[in-house]
């Protein structure tokens, strides 16, 4: 597992954006956690340092200001950042907006369960899928 790639939660409830950082240190996961509770500052981080060193990023949809949807919009827009993994994990769950956020580049869609043992739980096979199993295209597995 690479554990030197970054973890990117944008989510602007600050106690869901809590609750997953501590999902994760309760999981023994040592990559790095960052937390952007707006859109425009996580566009902001990727513009200055791009995404080589993201390991995924959970990006909430339903946010004020630049919603996920304008988030993914602007990243598939930008072709450096279109090998980035966004993982929408939102509690919503229309068809269509499941649909759009596809269509935008997204990765997974994934909803956030109200149960804290099962939201650890999908945090720890997101994890274990996209740190530990997943290939990304430049980067070699070790």
């Given amino acids: 597992m690479d ?6 939660i944008v989510e602007d409830n600050p ?10 240190k309760e999981l023994a996961i040592p990559n790095q956690i960052l937390i952007f ?5 996580f566009l902001n981080y990727l513009e200055s340092n791009g ?4 390991a995924f990023t959970l990006l909430d949809l339903n946010m004020p200001g630049m919603s996920g949807l304008e988030i993914l919009q602007s990243i598939r827009n930008n072709f450096s950042f279109r090998a980035l993994p966004i993982l929408v994990f939102s509690s919503s769950g ?10 935008l580049g997204a990765k ?5 369960p109200m149960d804290y043992l099962r939201f ?7 994890y274990n899928f996209w740190v530990g199993q997943n290939i990304q295209p430049g980067r070699i597995a070790i």
Avoid: W
């Fill in 15 to 24: 106690a869901e954006a809590k609750l997953a950082e501590f999902a994760f």
């Fill in 3 to 8: 554990t030197s790639k970054t973890i990117v």
């Fill in 51 to 54: 995404c080589e060193n993201i």
């Fill in 94 to 103: 229309f068809e269509d907006e499941i649909e759009e956020c596809y269509q």
């Fill in 120 to 126: 650890k739980e999908i945090l720890e096979a997101t």
């Fill in 37 to 41: 509770s707006e859109g425009q500052e």
């Fill in 108 to 112: 997974a869609y994934i909803r956030k």
